[in-house]
């Protein structure tokens, strides 16, 4: 009984593991790829990007009156607490706002 059990979970094990190894398009992507055919509301969305790198998406804003100027509040409350983290040295603003769809 006990060599069942561990067949059962070495066979969940792989069959994870084997999930995470596959050649398909990340999911860092998604949510880019959602937005890009998918516009929520009136304005148009945007992701709140660290450093301008695409795969550092951190936050996705939609949903407001004003995408944009929701997406800079965050994204100014993010730059301001990242200087903090530096003891106000070298506060190089992070995160900005890029528009995920029009």
Not at 18 to 25: I, R, T
Not at 47 to 58: A, T
Not at 62 to 83: P, V, W, Y
């Amino acid at each position: 009984m006990k060599k069942i059990k561990n067949a059962v979970l070495v066979s969940i094990l792989i069959l994870t593991l084997g999930g995470c190894l596959s050649d398909d398009d990340s999911n860092f992507d998604a949510p880019r790829k959602f937005f890009e055919k998918h516009k929520i509301g009136a304005s148009a969305d945007y992701g709140i990007i660290k450093w301008n790198n695409p795969e550092d998406h951190v936050v996705t804003v939609h949903g407001f009156m004003d995408d944009l100027k929701a997406c800079i509040t965050i994204s100014d409350a993010f730059n301001e607490d990242a200087c903090k983290e530096t003891d106000g040295e070298g506060c190089l603003n992070p995160f900005s706002c890029q528009p995920l769809n029009h």
